[in-house]
């Protein structure tokens, strides 16, 4: 009796913790789906690592969308960028129940273990941006290397072969890494372009601690006139120094990832920040779910599950005149879908 009371107990701690009911509170099934869709109620958990930025805001707003559309009982577990938060996050669904785990970026070397017990219970998991390294794992990426040349391409075609470039990079994360391999491969193949400064952090507030960096950089090196910066809040970060410390006039930020307010950061006159390459993080947030659910459902989603990333200038926004990532979905067929984990038994989920 008080084996069960505690197990009730700590159920009901854990449903209080993600701030949802312990009933299933998800559509009936959808016809025509396999087994479990087709009677509704699935659980499913999305246990992110980085909840900072604008970017992860649209990936979970996808991901909640595309689980209605599922009728799945999604729940969301903010790692708030701490690894031992994260393995904790991940043990709680565990001990929920849940038929699938999303993890959404983190530090392989917490995460493996903790993954493989959910695999050992029978629990799919399907990881975005991270690489766990287990065959039974599918991951979910942005193509990183095609993000990366898109921008380094317009960079090139920007500011010429010879240039000064800042880098902001954290090595141990997974689409960071994809995207320097790319960047040392551009370095040696255009020896005129000169990385003078490095620097980068996923402290909480990622952007201003980002800022505080940058300003150092822009006032050591006062020759630099690129910076490539593959991650939106590390843009910002290299924005708001460069309006700080008044050389915002003599460079160019080339960026990756898009949001609403990343659109209004670029077109903003005199704005150094110029280009990003993107996939709609909303599509990416609904294809991790559909992944999921796909295998949930005794159906293979691939191990590599990929979207294709789409350029986008500043001269594309103003001429287009887009103020929003749903303007930009409008005008960029491209970045408002992808088939990626796409079946026909899975529903649209009208992003």
């Known amino acids: 009796m008080k084996t069960t009371l505690k197990k009730l107990i700590h159920t009901l701690v854990l449903a209080a913790a993600i701030g949802a009911p312990l009933a299933s509170h998800a559509a009936g099934g959808i016809a025509n789906a396999p087994a479990p869709f087709d009677h509704g109620g699935v659980k499913i958990a999305l246990v992110n690592y980085l909840s900072t930025g ?5 990936y979970e707003a996808g991901a909640q969308k595309q689980a209605k559309a599922l009728g799945i009982d999604l729940r969301i577990y903010e790692g708030r ?15 929920l129940g849940v038929a699938a785990i999303v993890v959404n970026h983190g530090l392989p070397e917490s995460l493996k273990d903790v993954v493989q017990q959910a695999l050992d219970k029978g629990i799919k998991v399907v990881a975005f941006d991270v690489d766990l390294a287990n065959p039974k794992v599918p991951q979910v990426e942005q193509s990183d290397h095609d993000l990366a040349s898109l921008l380094l391409d317009q960079a090139v075609k920007d500011n010429g072969e010879t240039f000064s470039a800042a880098y902001v990079y954290v090595p141990g994360f997974a689409p960071l890494d ?34 505080n960096e940058a300003s150092a950089a822009y006032r050591a090196h006062p020759d ?23 050389n915002a006039s003599k460079l160019r930020i080339y960026s990756a990832d898009i949001s609403t307010a ?71 067929q491209a970045f408002r879908k992808s088939d990626a984990a796409q079946v026909a038994w899975i529903p649209d989920a009208n992003l």
């Open 224 to 246: 630099v006139r690129v910076v490539f910066a593959p991650y939106d809040e590390f843009a910002r970060g290299a924005k708001l120094a460069a309006d700080e410390v008044g």
């Open 262 to 332: 990343d659109i209004e950061a670029i077109r903003t006159p005199g704005s150094p920040w110029v280009a990003t390459a993107a996939t709609n993080p909303a599509v990416v947030g609904a294809v991790s779910v559909r992944a999921a659910a796909l295998l949930v459902a005794g159906q293979d989603p691939g191990h590599h599950i990929e979207i294709k990333p789409t350029l986008i200038t500043r001269d594309d926004l103003v001429k287009n005149d887009i103020h929003t990532v749903s303007e930009l979905g409008a005008k960029f």
């Open 178 to 211: 994809r995207r320097d391999q790319v960047w040392q491969s551009f370095k040696q193949a255009h020896p005129g372009v000169k990385e003078v400064a490095r620097f980068g952090t996923v402290d909480n507030q990622i952007a201003q601690s980002v800022a």
């Open 81 to 95: 960028q701490d690894a031992s938060q994260q393995r904790d996050q991940i043990q709680q669904a565990i001990d």
């Open 54 to 58: 604008d970017f992860f805001q649209a």
